[in-house]
């Protein structure tokens, strides 16, 4: 059985009925159909956590999750630290609709997509969300236990002890710390564990297990993930200091603090016994730091931007600014998260595309531009991240161009010929030159993106003359623009395969 038609039908998952008759018996056999296509334009990529543009995020490790897709049976998402992806930090290709990326530093910003795939083919989504880490940590909120009444291990057998710590504060947690000490001849014979409370599921992490052999006590011992890498003393005390826990409290990460935490402690001899030192010790705390989120954030302001139609704009200090209590107009950096469609900035003659910098310094000396080769007018947009030197993080400014004039650039070159047009891909360019400059021949679509560009020396002759080769363009029209120096022409061609 063959479907066809199929590319007006919305994707999904539909039933079709098949009815089989010979004249004597009928037969109805249900069938289920998938219809996927390769173009995400109807079905565009939905990322819900963390949400664009969040900051504070808590670290090293943050699961992003987004939205399942209809269109989609796989997913391969990104985390990169830049906007144009060219440095994948952690990556993944799975059927799930979370995945958990560690190794994030403090006060970074980052950026992520989730390309979805079919069996059409990988389409790369257009829908980028950034999010910032903590910039600090508050770790000054700690927290005592006061009540000792089951914090004794007796002589017998996989006796426990418990030592309650009740937190009242509702504290998004970062990170923990557990400081604790314990009375006990041999701490190898102990296991010691911190259980969350029960509206967080009671779930427990084991700060020691069995180390240390015939070694006594447990004196200002700080379990912290930050910490050390455990190293038995060999007198009393056996454990002191801020060391990592045997399990990594990070679980309790993004939980609320809010509730009564248990510390146990279970001793599985016979003979021994000891106590959570209570009296001039502590016997044990909970520190829970908090993240912070980096409030050194820059200022902005710009108004929608005059530019000049098939001619170059130069940016000025009153078409944007940026600036930062206390810094320089060279520590505000901008940094293209979305280039302009129609267009392209220009910074010292060199064309920024997604990932590109420049610096209010740079807009203030007249070193960026906006660039275009429409020739009619139009309006265009680009979007900026803007840090400062604490890296503080203004996201997704939107600067808006109008174009209000239309270039009466009279420079034009030679002779220009285009051929042949309509063409199958490989174009011959020819023109009489004036100068020795180099020759940069540029191809844009009719929606103003440049899709192609070539330089290539003059060679000294009075005649350029030149083949580019353009086959992996669709077929379609195109605007060709061939520069040289201060002088250019723009000519339409047809690509014809």
């Known amino acids: 059985m063959t479907v066809g038609n199929l590319e007006s039908v919305d994707a999904g998952i539909y039933d079709l009925r098949v009815t089989a008759t010979n004249g004597d018996e009928t037969q109805i056999k249900k069938v289920e159909l998938r219809v996927v296509h390769p173009d995400f334009t109807e079905n565009p990529m939905s990322l819900t956590s963390p949400t664009n543009a969040e900051a504070g995020v808590l670290f090293p490790e943050i699961e992003l999750e987004w939205a399942d897709n209809i269109n989609a049976e796989e997913y391969t998402v990104e985390l990169s630290d830049n906007p144009s992806f060219t440095n994948i930090i952690s990556t993944s290709t799975q059927t799930e609709l979370k995945f958990t ?14 390309n979805p795939t079919n069996q059409c083919g990988l389409a790369t989504s257009p829908i980028v969300y950034s999010f910032q880490t903590a910039n600090t940590e508050d770790c000054s909120n700690t927290y005592t ?35 604790v000490d314990i009375s006990h001849v041999a701490v190898g014979e102990l296991e010691v564990l911190i259980q969350e409370p029960e509206a967080l599921g009671a779930n427990t992490t084991v700060l020691l297990e069995n180390v240390c052999d015939q070694v006594a006590n447990v004196t ?22 801020t060391i990592k826990p045997a399990q990594s409290l990070a679980s309790s990460a993004g939980k609320s603090s809010l509730g009564t935490w248990l510390l146990v402690a279970n001793d599985n001899t016979f003979q021994n016994g000891g106590t959570f030192t209570s009296g001039s010790l502590d016997g044990a705390t909970i520190t829970v730091c908090t993240a912070e989120a980096n409030t050194s954030v820059p200022t902005f302001s710009s108004s929608t931007i005059s530019i000049t139609a098939n001619g170059t704009t130069v940016f000025t200090g009153s078409d944007m600014t940026a600036s930062s209590d206390s810094e320089t107009a060279e520590q505000q950096t ?19 595309s997604t990932g590109g910098t420049f610096t209010q310094a740079d807009i203030d000396a007249g070193n960026v531009a906006y660039s275009n080769t429409q020739t009619s007018l139009f309006n265009d947009q680009f979007k900026v991240d803007i840090t400062n030197s604490l890296n503080g993080w203004l996201a997704n400014q939107e600067i808006n161009l109008e174009a209000t004039s239309l270039s009466t650039n009279s420079f034009e070159l030679s002779n220009l010929s285009v051929y042949p047009n309509p063409s199958n891909g490989l174009i011959n360019v020819s023109f009489q030159t004036t100068s020795n400059d180099a020759v940069e021949i540029v191809l844009f679509d009719l929606q103003g993106r440049k899709v192609f560009r070539s330089k290539q020396n003059s060679n000294n002759q009075s005649m350029f003359n030149q083949s580019i080769n353009t086959r992996t363009l669709s077929n379609g029209i195109y605007l060709l623009r061939a520069i040289q120096g201060n002088r250019s022409t723009i000519k339409r061609v047809i690509i014809s395969k």
């Open 101 to 114: 990326a560690s190794g994030l530093v403090e006060n970074s910003i980052y950026y992520w997509r989730v």
């Open 334 to 352: 901008y940094t293209i998260v979305v280039a302009p469609i129609k267009g392209e900035i220009i910074k010292n003659g060199v064309a920024l």
């Open 220 to 241: 200002g011992a700080i379990f912290d993930d930050n910490g050390e890498d455990l190293v038995c003393g060999t007198a009393d005390p056996a454990i002191t200091g």
């Open 145 to 179: 236990a006061t009540n000792f009444d089951d914090d004794r291990l007796g002589g017998g057998s996989n006796v426990t002890a418990f030592l309650p710590i009740e937190i009242t504060d509702d504290l998004t947690i970062s990170r923990l710390k557990v400081d």
